[in-house]
Structure formats: C-alpha cells, structure tokens
C-alpha cells in the first residue's frame, strides 16, 4: 500500500525559509520520478518540483531559484527546500509520483507565508 506523509510547513515571513519532508513507502520511492505540489486556496493542484533517482530536476517557473528538490533513497525521503517564501507561495505541499498516483494523496502539510 502507498503510504505518503509530509510534514514541516508552518508559518513565515515573506523573504523566510522552510524545508519539508516526505516519507514514502519505499514501494513508490523506489522507482519513481517524485514529485512536490502545492494547493492554494480557490485554485488547482500543481507541480512545483520533480526529481528522478537519478538526479534531475525540474522546477516551476515560479519557483526556480528558491526552492530545491532533494531525496534519500535509502530513507525512502524526499525534501523541499524553500527559500525566499512569498505570500503567493502559500498552499498545502503535499507529494506524489509524478505523474501523481490519484488515491496515494497525504494529508499534506500547511505552508503560510504571512507577516
């Protein structure tokens, strides 16, 4: 069974950081380009960041220069760093494979960038 959980959102101040985390079930980390997506409030789910076992990333554009994409295949882990938060990066992350496998959704973790 799929199992995905994300942690680490919380809230900050625009020009502030944060990382999250993803635990996956190694079933679906093992073998899969993993992806970040994000959920703002009245709009869709999108993918902000992707990363393959083997390296390469990918980035929306509206988030290219802030936020890194990383993973620890023996930990079955993936992070997000994301730096320089502005209030439009407010959402909950949440993580899937990319493309996302519909029921594996998490609960998600809440990011508010607020001052």
């Known amino acids: 069974q799929v199992q995905l959980v994300e942690s680490g959102g919380g809230l900050v101040q625009p020009g502030g950081s944060l990382r999250l985390s993803c635990a996956a079930s190694?079933?679906?980390?093992?073998?899969?380009?993993m992806g970040w997506y994000r959920q703002a409030p009245g709009k869709e789910r999108e993918l902000v960041a992707s990363n393959s076992k083997f390296g390469n990333s990918r980035y929306a554009d509206s988030v290219k220069g802030r936020f890194t994409i990383s993973r620890d295949d023996v930990k079955s882990t993936m992070y997000l760093q994301m730096n320089s938060l502005k209030p439009e990066d407010t959402a909950m992350y949440y993580c899937n494979r990319d493309p996302p496998i519909d029921d594996a959704w998490g609960q998600g973790t809440l990011v508010t960038v607020s001052s």
């Open positions: 190694r079933s679906i980390f093992a073998v899969n380009v």
